[in-house]
Each structure stands twice: as C-alpha cells, then as structure tokens.
C-alpha cells in the first residue's frame, strides 16, 4: 500500500461507520462503471422508466426474502445458497452482502449485468431468459 492509499485509509477509518459505508460504496461504483461495458439503448429506457414509476410510486416492488427466493429456486443447490448472504444494518447499511464480507450482491448483480470481464469465469455473454429482457 502506497503512503497516499495509506493516507486515505486512515482518514476514512476517522468519519463515522455510515459515512465510512458510503465512501466504499461510491469507490466501489467508481470500479464497477470502469470494469463495465455501457448499458444499451434499450436498456437505458428501461432503467428510466422503472425510476419514474418508482419516484411516482407506481413501480411495482419485490420484497428481497421473495427477490432471493425465486433466484435460488433456479440454481442447483440454491436452497444451500441462502446461507452464504445475509443482511444486516451494521453491514454496508444493510444491503444483502455476500455472508462475512462487504461484498453486496447489488454489486456483482451489476457486474453479471453489466457483462463486466474482471469476474473469474464470467461468460462472455451472460445466460438471461426472456423475464429479464426490456418489454
């Protein structure tokens, strides 16, 4: 670790837990935006719309028990899968992370989405069906 990366570490160990929460979250959008490719048209349109109706509170919400319920009833095993997340408030304000890290899963969701290429083992197109297509 450099003097400057060292530096930074030990003005961030200084501010509040929350703040210390949004600072590796926004370093951690800084990596995911450059490890991305950038979203299609389509795609783009559909983000924007799903914002609108969520800001005019018509956008249809999944609760996260059920959102991770209908994600591990897809994957073998996935009934095993549940105890490697959790959510806690003291964690990265409780968004659901990879279980004993700061890893969030919003964040490799991203990454999966994003067709992101510094994941080990990532396709080279990700598997999607006909669901999480725009409409």
Same mark, same amino acid.
């Given at each position: 670790?450099?003097?400057?990366?060292?530096? #930074?570490?030990?003005?961030?160990?200084?501010?509040?837990?929350?703040?210390?929460?949004? $600072? +590796?979250?926004?370093?951690?959008?800084?990596?995911?935006?450059?490890?991305?490719?950038?979203? /299609? /048209?389509?795609?783009?349109?559909?983000?924007?719309?799903?914002?609108?109706? /969520?800001?005019? *509170?018509? *956008?249809?919400? !999944?609760?996260?028990?059920?959102? $991770?319920?209908?994600? $591990?009833?897809?994957?073998?095993? *996935?009934? %095993?899968?549940?105890? #490697?997340?959790?959510?806690?408030?003291? !964690?990265?304000?409780?968004?659901?992370? +990879?279980?004993?890290?700061?890893?969030?899963?919003?964040? +490799? $969701?991203?990454?999966?989405?994003?067709?992101?290429?510094?994941?080990?083992? %990532?396709?080279? /197109?990700? +598997?999607?069906?006909?669901?999480?297509?725009?409409?």
């Amino acid at each position: 670790m450099n003097d400057e990366i060292a530096a #930074l570490v030990a003005a961030a160990a200084r501010l509040p837990a929350a703040e210390r929460h949004e $600072l +590796i979250e926004a370093i951690a959008d800084t990596l995911a935006d450059e490890a991305c490719e950038p979203l /299609s /048209s389509e795609w783009k349109a559909e983000l924007e719309r799903r914002v609108a109706e /969520s800001d005019a *509170g018509i *956008g249809e919400t !999944v609760p996260w028990e059920t959102v $991770l319920a209908e994600a $591990l009833a897809r994957v073998p095993h *996935g009934d %095993q899968l549940d105890r #490697l997340i959790e959510s806690d408030p003291a !964690v990265m304000l409780g968004k659901p992370v +990879i279980r004993g890290t700061r890893i969030t899963v919003e964040l +490799i $969701l991203r990454k999966l989405e994003g067709r992101c290429t510094d994941l080990p083992g %990532q396709p080279e /197109s990700p +598997i999607r069906d006909d669901k999480s297509k725009p409409t």
